[in-house]
């Protein structure tokens, strides 16, 4: 049976800004995890990515990202559904915030020629340009 270990919570932010809502479930389950709003089911994209946890990044917030969101997982019995929290996108003031890390790296160890997940989100005004390094050298774009 689904368990989450925590659930999405309600939050505002800025317009522009980034934002993470929690979805922790059994980590043999987050591959059945999906995330609505609006109790319609989301469509992910290069802004609504849906980490390997299960959490749900929203990026470059706009109006339309304002809403209701819950997580679900369907496994073989009924769906199990997380509570629902409000996301609440708030004019950009143009005010100077501080750099804030929502979600960092951490060590993995993957077997030669897999994907990686990488995460890293930042949020501040204005917005953040989010830079990789390997030791010392710089990692290019694709």
């Given at each position: 049976m689904p368990r989450f270990s925590s659930q999405p919570s309600a939050a505002s932010i800025r317009l522009g800004d980034s934002q993470v809502l929690a979805c922790?479930?059994?980590?043999d389950l987050v591959p059945l995890a999906r995330?609505?709003?609006?109790?319609?089911?989301?469509?992910l994209s290069s802004r609504l990515v849906q980490l390997p946890n299960g959490a749900l990044v929203v990026s470059n917030a706009s109006?339309?990202?304002?809403?209701?969101?819950?997580?679900?997982?369907?496994?073989?019995?009924?769906?199990?559904?997380?509570?629902e929290a409000q996301l609440t996108i708030l004019p950009e003031t143009g005010e100077e915030r501080e750099l804030e890390f929502l979600v960092e790296p951490?060590?993995?160890t993957k077997v030669v020629g897999a994907s990686l997940l990488?995460?890293?989100?930042?949020?501040?005004?204005?917005a953040p340009y989010v830079r990789w390094m390997v030791g010392d050298k710089l990692v290019e774009e694709r």
């Open positions: 922790d479930v059994n980590p995330w609505e709003r609006e109790r319609e089911p989301l469509e109006e339309a990202d304002a809403g209701l969101y819950r997580c679900m997982v369907e496994n073989a019995g009924p769906a199990k559904t997380s509570e951490f060590p993995v990488l995460p890293c989100v930042v949020t501040g005004y204005p």
